[in-house]
């Protein structure tokens, strides 16, 4: 079993910037790919950003050059810089992780401001 825990959600303005975390704890050894997803209001869960244990990342399109995902492998902890928010951007993340199963954060909310 893997457990996950998010912080760093909160309240921004367009065009600011958040910075997420995610502490993973329990079976972290078999943690293979983690990552972020979010859920808008009335949309479905979406991909943000994904990262392996070798480093090898994948961001969804609306992420690239914006998002920035990273992982401490050390700290078991996966990160993702958000800059240059858009009110359309307003949802909750769910930090991932991939470990013989699926594994999901409870999220945190990020609300972003016009």
């Known amino acids: 079993q893997v457990q996950l825990v998010e912080s760093g959600g909160g309240l921004v303005q367009a065009g600011g910037s958040l910075r997420l975390s995610c502490a993973a704890s329990?079976?972290?050894?078999?943690?293979?790919?983690m990552g972020w997803y979010r859920q808008a209001p009335g949309k479905q869960r979406e991909l943000v950003a994904v990262i392996s244990s070798g480093g090898i990342t994948t961001y969804a399109d609306s992420a690239k050059g914006r998002f920035t995902i990273s992982r401490d492998n050390a700290k078991n902890t996966v990160y993702l810089q958000m800059n240059s928010l858009t009110p359309k951007e307003t949802a909750v993340y769910y930090c991932y992780a991939f470990a013989q199963g699926q594994y999901w954060g409870k999220g945190t909310l990020v609300t972003v401001s016009s």
């Open positions: 329990g079976s972290i050894g078999s943690i293979n790919v």
